[in-house]
T-cell receptor
Framework: DAKTTQPNSMESNEEEPVHLPCNHS???????IHWYRQLPSQGPEYVIH???SNVNNRMASLAIAEDRKSSTLILHRATLRDAAVYYC??????????????FGKGTHLIIQP | DTEVTQTPKHLVMGMTNKKSLKCEQH?????MYWYKQKAKKPPELMFV???????INESVPSRFSPECPNSSLLNLHLHALQPEDSALYLC????????????FGPGTRLLVL
């Protein structure tokens, strides 16, 4: 799977939007962009994924650049419970079969009350 | 039900002990995973089971012995561990096709004395 680059940490205020960037300049045409997050003392949890178009779900939105070399995870109104490490992971789903996730260092999101 | 359960939550063991970690899911997933996470580091893949057979071993030392007795259960048998094996051990499961979303348990925090 291609590599991703994320800022080590970001800080935001409660109830404000948060934009978490991810660079993936070597992305291939069949790589999906997945986001997982890990809250303190918990296992990672799936947040959202997309291929080319922007995606929304109840947790977040994913904005994908036109050239797909970068993406942004958007939390529309951050709460203290959104404080976590956010991981951006590329997955070539055409390869099929079960395969592990390759986690980068992720972004540690700090939410100030 | 999208829950993956892991027992025990915490485990302290000596270097001569034998212990086992257990993981269970009832989502009908046929892929199950073990990850290891050291403090302040991202999770790292250890093993993947597909249809109850070991499909990926990321060159893990033989003192870690995985077992998948049925499609809902995954064990990790531990023997003669070293203090540097102290970590959070995470279990995950997913459907097989298309490298599906993985669901993680809360982990077992292991301390080797």
């Amino acid at each position: 799977d291609a590599k991703t680059t994320q800022p080590n940490s970001m800080e935001s205020n409660e109830e404000e939007p948060v934009h978490l960037p991810c660079n993936h300049s070597t992305i291939s045409g069949t790589d999906y962009i997945h986001w997982y997050r890990q809250l303190p003392s918990q296992g990672p949890e799936y947040v959202i994924h997309g291929l080319t178009s922007n995606v929304n779900n109840r947790m977040a939105s994913l904005a994908i650049a036109e050239d797909r070399k970068s993406s942004t995870l958007i939390l529309h109104r951050a709460t203290l419970r959104d404080a976590a490490v956010y991981y951006c992971i590329l997955r070539d789903v055409t390869r099929g079969g079960a395969d592990g996730l390759t986690f980068g260092k992720g972004t540690h999101l700090i939410i100030q009350p | 039900d999208t829950e993956v359960t892991q027992t025990p939550k915490h485990l302290v063991m000596g270097m001569t002990n034998k212990k086992s970690l257990k993981c269970e899911q009832h989502m009908g997933h046929r892929a199950m995973y073990w990850y290891k996470q050291k403090a302040k580091k991202p999770p790292e893949l250890m093993f993947v089971y597909s249809y109850e057979k070991l499909s990926i071993n990321e060159s893990v030392p033989s003192r870690f012995s995985p077992e998948c007795p049925n499609s809902s259960l995954l064990n990790l048998h531990l023997h003669a561990l070293q203090p540097e094996d102290s970590a959070l051990y995470l279990c995950a499961s997913s459907r097989i096709q298309g490298r599906e979303t993985q669901y993680f348990g809360p982990g077992t925090r292991l301390l080797v004395l």
